[in-house]
């Protein structure tokens, strides 16, 4: 095997073993993110500290209707809307949804919600994509490191672009 073979090859194994360094990393630092902010203002994780007040709306802007809405999900200081969406999976076995993970943004992305799938191939002409609001404010950050509020109301929207 030539020379310019055996350093080609080390390249990629290089390159992939840098890769899961950062991935583990990147999951390190969302770790330690979602307990630090669970941590903040003196928050105590235990099990008297959870809040029945979290609930999700699943509106279709496209066609103005609520498609579905799932209220009562146990939240605890620190929880992501990720996590969010899987509490309320359990608390309502009929609430399905679907994600793709987008390793640009190191976050997960909704593309259906109740069977009701987003739009977004190259060339589409009517685009919708799942946008999702807590507290009525867009979210900044992807789904599994924005944390929910206390009380916060969890939209999920289809929309149009």
């Known amino acids: ?12 194994a290089l390159a992939v073993v840098r890769r899961a360094q950062l991935f583990f990393m ?3 630092v969302v770790w330690f993110v979602n307990a630090s902010v669970a941590n903040a203002d003196g928050a105590v994780i235990a099990e008297g500290d959870v809040w029945e007040d979290v609930s999700i709306a699943v ?7 609520v ?11 620190g929880d992501t809307v990720a996590y969010a969406l899987r509490l309320a999976r359990e608390v309502d076995s009929s609430f399905t ?11 997960n992305m909704l593309k259906s ?3 009701v799938w987003a739009n977004d191939e190259d060339g589409c002409v009517e685009c919708t ?12 950050s992807g789904m599994d490191t ?13 929309e149009s672009f």
């Open 1 to 12: 095997m030539s020379t310019q073979k055996k350093e080609c090859k080390l390249s990629v």
């Open 26 to 28: 990147t999951a390190l």
């Open 59 to 65: 509106i279709n802007q496209v066609t103005d209707e």
């Open 67 to 77: 498609i579905d809405t799932v209220d009562g999900i146990s939240w605890l200081p």
């Open 97 to 107: 949804y679907t994600t793709e993970y987008f390793s640009k943004y190191c976050s």
């Open 113 to 115: 919600v109740d069977d």
């Open 129 to 140: 994509y799942w946008s999702i609001s807590v507290g009525g404010e867009y979210i900044s």
């Open 146 to 158: 924005a944390v929910v509020p206390e009380g916060g109301e969890i939209q999920l929207k289809l």
